[in-house]
């Protein structure tokens, strides 16, 4: 994980969630994630699986370049 484009991997799929849980909110999809709308409660856990999926890659991805830091 000491690459840094981990990172942005991190990033991109907690945008991606936060955005898919906001915009369901308000009936919107994004067309990205349209094979996993209309499954019930397996959208909601995919998009809170995107959420922590990637703040735990930023997280990891800033420990190593921590650790490479020192």
Do not use: C, H, R
Request: hydrophobic share 55%.
């Amino acid at each position: 994980m000491k690459n840094p484009y981990w990172m942005l991997v991190g990033f991109i799929l907690f945008l991606l969630g936060i955005l898919s849980v906001i915009f369901s909110l308000v009936g919107l999809k994004i067309d990205i994630l349209s094979a996993v709308y209309g499954k019930g409660v397996w959208t909601l856990l995919f998009q809170i699986t995107l959420l922590i999926g990637g703040i735990i890659i930023i997280y990891m991805s800033k420990l190593a370049q921590e650790d490479d830091g020192e």
